[in-house]
Antibody
Framework: QVKLVESGGGVVQPGRSLRLSCAAS????????MHWVRQAPGKGLEWVAV????????YYADSVKGRFTISRDNSKNMVYLQMNSLRAGDTAVYYC????????????WGQGTRVTVSS | EIVLTQSPATLSLSPGERATLSCRAS??????LAWFQQKPGQAPRLLIY???NRAPGIPARFSGSGSGTDFTLTISSLEPEDFAVYYC?????????FGQGTRLEIK
C-alpha cells in the first residue's frame, strides 16, 4: 500500500528557511515523479514543484521559483522541499503527491504538513 | 498559465439527486483534466483522470466527460459522503493548475 508521510512543518519568521520532508513507502519510488502541492488556509490547491523520477529535472511555480528547491534521495525513498526567504503568503498545508504513470496525475497524497510564516 | 474556472461555486442538493459540476479552461486541454474530492481536514482524493477515467476504487456513480475546454463531473445519485469540495486540475501545460473549487452542500 502506497504511503506518503510529510514532516518538517512549523511556525517560522518571514525571511527564514524551512525544509520539508516526505517519506514514501509501498511503491517503486525511483520510477515516479514527485510533486509538492500546497493549500493556504481556507483556499484552493496550488501546485508548487515537481522533480523527475531520477532527480535530473525540476519545475517550479513562478510564486516559489528562486526561493524553493525540490530534491529527492532515491536510496531513502525521500523527497524534500527546501524553502528559503519565506513569506506570509507561503503559509499553507504542504502536500507531497505522486505523479502516476509518469505524468502529473496525482493519485496518492500525504496527509500534509502545516507551515505558518509569521513574526 | 492555463486558468480553470469551476461552476457553480456552491451547489446545494439532496441525497439521491444528480450533481453536475463544470470546469472550463482558458485554452484547450485535449483530455488532460482530473477531478478531486476534498473533505475538511483531509488530503484531496483523485476521482477522475484524463477527463473520463475513474481512478481505482472510485464508485461508478462518479463520471467525467468533456474535452478541449469544457469538462463535467457528474455524480449520478448523491450519497451522504459525497458532500465535499471538488477541484478540477489540468496537466496539459506547465504549470499544473487547479480550479478554485465547487462546494457541494446538503440542501
Amino acid at each position: 500500500q502506497v504511503k506518503l508521510v510529510e514532516s518538517g512543518g512549523g511556525v517560522v519568521q518571514p525571511g527564514r528557511s524551512l525544509r520539508l520532508s516526505c517519506a514514501a513507502s509501498g511503491l517503486t519510488f525511483n520510477t515516479y515523479p514527485m510533486h509538492w502541492v500546497r493549500q493556504a488556509p481556507g483556499k484552493g490547491l496550488e501546485w508548487v514543484a515537481v522533480i523527475s523520477y531520477d532527480g535530473r529535472n525540476e519545475y517550479y511555480a513562478d510564486s516559489v521559483k528562486g526561493r524553493f528547491t525540490i530534491s529527492r534521495d532515491n536510496s531513502k525513498n525521500m523527497v524534500y522541499l527546501q524553502m528559503n526567504s519565506l513569506r506570509a503568503g507561503d503559509t499553507a498545508v504542504y502536500y507531497c503527491t505522486r505523479g502516476a504513470y509518469g505524468q502529473s496525475i496525482f493519485d496518492y497524497w500525504g496527509q500534509g504538513t502545516r507551515v505558518t510564516v509569521s513574526s | 498559465e492555463i486558468v480553470l474556472t469551476q461552476s457553480p461555486a456552491t451547489l446545494s442538493l439532496s441525497p439521491g439527486e444528480r450533481a453536475t459540476l463544470s470546469c472550463r479552461a482558458s485554452q484547450s486541454l485535449s483530455s488532460y483534466l482530473a477531478w478531486f474530492q476534498q473533505k475538511p481536514g483531509q488530503a484531496p482524493r483523485l476521482l477522475i483522470y484524463d477527463a473520463s477515467n475513474r481512478a481505482p476504487g472510485i464508485p461508478a456513480r462518479f463520471s467525467g466527460s468533456g474535452s478541449g475546454t469544457d469538462f463535467t463531473l457528474t455524480i449520478s445519485s448523491l450519497e451522504p459522503e459525497d458532500f465535499a469540495v471538488y477541484y478540477c486540475q489540468q496537466r496539459s501545460d506547465w504549470p499544473v493548475t487547479f480550479g478554485q473549487g465547487t462546494r457541494l452542500e446538503i440542501k
